[in-house]
């Protein structure tokens, strides 16, 4: 879930996505639009089993499939145009590493970051207006500690000094972006479970 910069509330679902005029808000009788995937329409939203919303520093809203992919929302809401642009795993190489999703945020360098069931991805376009993405994927590997600790990646978390954290099926990774390797934090370093749903941080700087 979340809020665009029109003040359109965002909503994913199992069953499409939804988005909320909150301009003119009325709980009794509220403005909604769904919007689902079509398989005669390669613009459309590429499933309907939806996971994370993400709004980029453009202000671009992003939906994460499970099954689908990762979308960036080309349509105008104004005009009732619901039209997307997929990312899916190619043969060819240089894409996502997996089209089940979960979650997209961005660092300081306005990379984007995306979960899921193989792997971590960092999302990097050439050019100003989203041309030329250049995808980077990392992988678990049981004989290497310095790689991410699982493949089934959750959830991204940037903390206040920039530093990537990475929520997993096993443990919680910390991303070195000078040598791109990860320190795995398991139960050996005092985790009640290994299956980290989301990662965050309080006023303090503690990451919880």
Do not use: C
Not at 122 to 128: A, I, P
Request: proline share 2%; net charge negative.
């Amino acid at each position: 879930m979340a809020i665009d910069r029109k003040n359109f509330i965002w909503v994913g679902t199992i069953k499409g996505a939804s988005e909320i005029d909150l301009n003119s808000f009325n709980p009794q009788n509220p403005k909604i639009t769904s919007f689902f995937h079509d398989i005669n329409d390669p613009n459309s939203l590429s499933s309907d089993a939806t996971r994370g919303i993400h709004i980029d520093h453009k202000g671009t809203v992003w939906i994460m499939t499970y099954g689908g992919g990762i979308n960036r929302f080309i349509g105008d809401v104004d005009k009732g145009n619901f039209s997307f642009k997929n990312y899916k795993v190619k043969t060819s190489g240089n894409s996502i590493s997996s089209n089940f999703n979960y979650n997209m945020s961005q660092d300081k360098d306005l990379n984007y970051w995306i979960t899921s069931e193989e792997g971590l991805n960092k999302l990097r376009f050439q050019g100003n207006n989203y041309e030329d993405p250049k995808f980077t994927n990392y992988y678990s590997d049981k004989t290497d500690i310095s790689t991410i600790s699982s493949n089934t990646t959750l959830h991204t978390w940037h903390d206040k000094h920039g530093v990537l954290w990475v929520a997993t099926q096993d443990g919680f990774n910390k991303f070195n972006a000078a040598k791109e390797t990860f320190k795995r934090f398991t139960k050996d370093e005092g985790l009640s479970n290994t299956f980290v749903y989301s990662i965050t941080e309080d006023i303090n700087n503690d990451v919880w």
